[in-house]
């Protein structure tokens, strides 16, 4: 009996789904592969009809386990010429890419375009299987969104001013969003989520929500005032110096300059920068959980994505540094490109705020003063990691934030995707810095992330392949390491509901087998995962195919290869379908998109 299973998913729980899609997956019974097929005159050769024997093939819905991959870094480089114009004419060959200095082999290459990751139509054009009332989809997939904006606006960091301007630059970009442009509106504080839209009335609603709102609070005056940057350099970097600065503020705010305090002066000025550096690392964790969140929901939706991050910058201590790397290294996987714009514009570096003026001593208003200036110059230093790092673009030192927003809306004309497995990699946490360089003499400017962190700790081999086919099913990127196609058929049932059908066909020739007792052994794991056309998740399923084929069966099947079948209730509208098969010996993957319309 079939038992189809539904997650309607609502913009307040769609955050949870992302993490419970593959366990709910797999413990619900929704596909069998004894069920009977759609309707048609040509059936596809299911995997139990292939194999006449039962014993050879089963397939069941089960827990899978897999084997990990081995760890890939992923480093995305956009190289321009001396005009500033993409080049798009290069090859594998090209590149050379160096970790901490030693050469490194680059095991995957790819080009990605705007053009990417259309989407195709999953049933080829022209077929009408029977039940498809119309067989005119072209112009409804056509309509699929193409490409997901995230604008994320740092309202913890932004001062009222900024906020002001870069709003009323982004309700001139919604004017200019194509019919097939999607954009949410997020803020680092939480405090504003509006998923993604073609509707520029919500979007301009949303947009009034982003006012500063800083964790850390502003009110009154510290004994002694220390600023996030000061801390950082006390207790990270033991500068000597920042402390005697601090003491000689606590001296003369908390015991009026008598020296003979100085030692208390010390104690304070040492608890108060630890109190600093807890509170600013806080707030700065806290934009980094919700960058991670909005780049887990931009991962889920399917054609080009872009995160556009508006900040002012933030000082990023050497405690946190690791954080950035690990939030490019999963845009890097969801082939997500983060263009940053510095909120700021053009500006010069602000001493203070004139209305309420620090109260530094006449021994130390020079010494802070500087370390202001290093502070608003080390906030810019994030955005441009996030931008190299993914392949971006930073726009900063520019007042002209109209052009930011309408070039940070959109990817580059091409980047390359260069892949590395790092040999005897030491699980340690230690940094490795990255260069990447052009084999020939081209004078052209090369973009690349800079580096990268060793993990800490070895992950848990089953949670490890989870979130990795995980991250396949949702990303939406097409991978070719197994041979696979989609198709897809649909029936309806009658002017609400309809029974699509998700048709995998895999050849046998990619597999590697292992013998064990006479048989051919290994295990296919085939999900499937359904989007609507705001590329929201609706359902999905997961097969498990167990493979202990005689020689003979394996010489006929790689002739023919074999199609799965797993069939969905759905109402009538047009759909995104995401297939991704998981080979267990050889730990290979194959990921395919395809879009099918289903008339009201």
């Known amino acids: ?39 048609s005159e040509a059936q596809p050769a299911t995997a139990q009809t292939a194999v006449n024997d039962s014993s050879e093939v089963s397939t069941r819905d089960t827990p899978p386990t897999f084997r990990v991959r081995v760890n890939l870094v992923l480093v995305r480089v956009v190289v321009r010429d001396n005009s500033g114009r993409v080049v798009t004419n290069l090859k594998k060959e090209d590149f050379q890419l160096s970790d ?55 309202d913890t960091d932004m001062l009222m001013q900024d906020t002001v301007w870069v709003r009323s630059a982004a309700t001139r970009l919604f004017a200019s969003l194509a019919p097939t442009d999607r954009v949410g509106i997020y803020s680092t504080s939480g405090q504003v989520t509006q998923e993604f839209t073609q509707e520029h009335e919500v979007l301009q609603k949303s947009l009034l929500g982003v006012v500063p709102r800083s964790l850390v609070g502003n009110g009154g005056h510290d004994c002694p005032e220390i600023s996030y940057y000061q801390a950082d350099q006390i207790q990270n970097f033991q500068n000597a110096q920042a402390l005697a600065v601090a003491a000689e503020d606590a001296l003369q705010c908390a015991f009026n300059g008598d020296t003979r305090m100085l030692a208390q002066a010390q104690s304070l000025a040492e608890s108060t ?20 969140e909005i780049t887990k929901r931009l991962a ?47 500006y010069t570096p602000d001493l203070g705020d004139i209305s309420d003026p620090p109260r530094d001593s006449f021994k130390t208003a020079g010494v802070k003063s500087s370390y202001r200036i290093q502070a608003q110059l080390a906030q810019s230093d994030i955005l441009g990691q996030l931008a190299d790092g993914t392949g971006g673009t930073f726009f900063h030192n520019r007042n002209d934030i109209d052009e930011g927003l309408r070039e940070a809306a959109a990817a580059p004309a091409m980047s390359y995707l260069l892949g590395f497995s790092p040999q005897n990699l030491k699980i340690n946490g230690a940094y490795h810095t990255l260069k990447v360089s052009l084999t020939g003499k081209q004078k052209f400017s090369v973009q690349a992330r800079h580096g990268y962190y060793a993990p800490r700790t070895i992950a848990d081999p089953a949670e490890a392949a989870k979130e990795e086919i995980q991250e396949a099913l949702f990303s939406q990127d097409e991978i070719h390491d197994l041979p696979a196609e989609l198709q897809t058929q649909f029936f309806k049932k009658d002017q609400s509901q309809a029974r699509l059908a998700v048709l995998t066909h895999v050849d046998l020739k990619g597999i590697r087998f292992r013998k064990a007792d006479g048989r051919n052994r290994d295990n296919l794991t085939v999900a499937t995962a359904i989007f609507d056309e705001n590329g929201n998740f609706v359902t999905g399923g997961e097969k498990i195919v167990e493979m202990k084929l005689l020689d003979k069966t394996v010489e006929r099947l790689s002739r023919s290869g074999f199609t799965l079948k797993s069939s969905f209730d759905v109402k009538p509208g047009t759909y995104l379908v995401r297939m991704v098969v998981r080979d267990a010996e050889g730990a290979q993957m194959a990921a395919r998109n395809g879009a099918v319309s289903i008339p009201y």
């Open 273 to 292: 920068s630890q109190r600093v550096l807890a509170s600013g690392d806080s707030q700065t964790d806290y934009i980094y959980r919700h960058l991670e």
């Open 100 to 154: 901490n200095r030693k050469p490194q082999v680059i095991s995957t290459f790819s080009m990605e375009t705007p053009e990417s990751h259309k989407v195709a139509p999953a049933t080829p054009p022209g077929s009408t299987p029977e039940g498809n009332e119309s067989g005119d989809t072209a112009a409804a997939i056509a309509a699929l969104p193409q490409r997901f904006v995230a604008v994320v606006f740092d």
């Open 300 to 346: 889920a939706m399917p054609g080009q994505r872009v995160m556009v991050f508006v900040s002012p910058g933030f000082v990023i201590t050497s405690m946190l540094t690791l954080e950035s790397s690990s939030l490019i290294d999963r845009a890097n996987r969801a082939n997500i490109v983060i263009n940053t714009i510095d909120a700021r514009g053009l």
């Open 1 to 39: 009996m079939e038992n189809p299973l539904r997650f309607p998913v609502t913009r307040r729980t769609y955050r949870r789904v992302i993490s419970v899609l593959l366990a709910a997956c797999w413990t619900a019974a929704q596909v069998h592969a004894q069920e009977a097929p759609a309707k």
